[in-house]
Every structure is written in structure tokens, then in C-alpha cells.
């Protein structure tokens, strides 16, 4: 499974951004797809999933805020971030799981919120 993650880039506070992640390969496999990111000095942290059900799980700090979701026919990922806070700066990486339990890793995106 490959990832190519894009769509970061530079907003001020209170504006919005959509994260893509396009999936190529075995991705009949994937269970799980994911949203992690990563602050300067800060460690490795879980965003959102989705699961083949369709189910999502978000972190407590963006829910309400976030939303993830995919394209079955487009095999990409999307994060869409509204009401983006300073905080939520860091390097977004996406993420899938199949169904042997192997981990595939996108390369990062930079998000950086203004105040």
C-alpha cells in the first residue's frame, strides 16, 4: 500500500483545510485508514479514523472540528479541518492498516495555523 498525502499549507486562525491522501497498491487489504500528526517537540498523535464499517473516531481536541472521510472510487482519505486553532500545527501524516495487521505510512504534510 502507498500513500501521497497533500493539501497543507498556511491559515489563519478560525479558517478551514482539506487533507487528502491518495492510496494506491494492495488497498483491497485496508481496514483502517488514519489521520496522525506530529508538533515540533511534541510526540506522534492520533487525529482521526475510519474504518471499513464506516465508523469514525476522533481525538477529543477536534471533534466537532474535523471531519474524516473517504472516496471508495477515488481510493483517497480526506480530513477536512474547520475552525483550525494554533494548536493544531504540526505535520499531518496519513495512515492505513490491513487486515494482517501491517502499518502503512503516507509521507507529512505541514499545517500551520496563524494567530
Known amino acids: 500500500v502507498q500513500l501521497q498525502a497533500s493539501g497543507g499549507g498556511l491559515v489563519q486562525a478560525g479558517g478551514s483545510l482539506r487533507l487528502s491522501c491518495a492510496a494506491s497498491g494492495s488497498i483491497f487489504s485496508i481496514i483502517t485508514l488514519g489521520w496522525y500528526r506530529q508538533a515540533p517537540g511534541k510526540q506522534h498523535e492520533f487525529v482521526a479514523i475510519i474504518r471499513s464499517s464506516g465508523r469514525t473516531t476522533y481525538r477529543d481536541s477536534v471533534e466537532g472540528r474535523f471531519t474524516i472521510s473517504r472516496d471508495n472510487a477515488k481510493n483517497t482519505l480526506y480530513l477536512q479541518m474547520n475552525s483550525l486553532k494554533p494548536e493544531d500545527t504540526a505535520v499531518y501524516s496519513c495512515?492505513?492498516?490491513?487486515?494482517?495487521?501491517?502499518?502503512?505510512w503516507g509521507q507529512g504534510t505541514q499545517v500551520t495555523v496563524s494567530s
Open positions: 495512515n492505513a492498516v490491513d487486515r494482517d495487521g501491517d502499518y502503512y
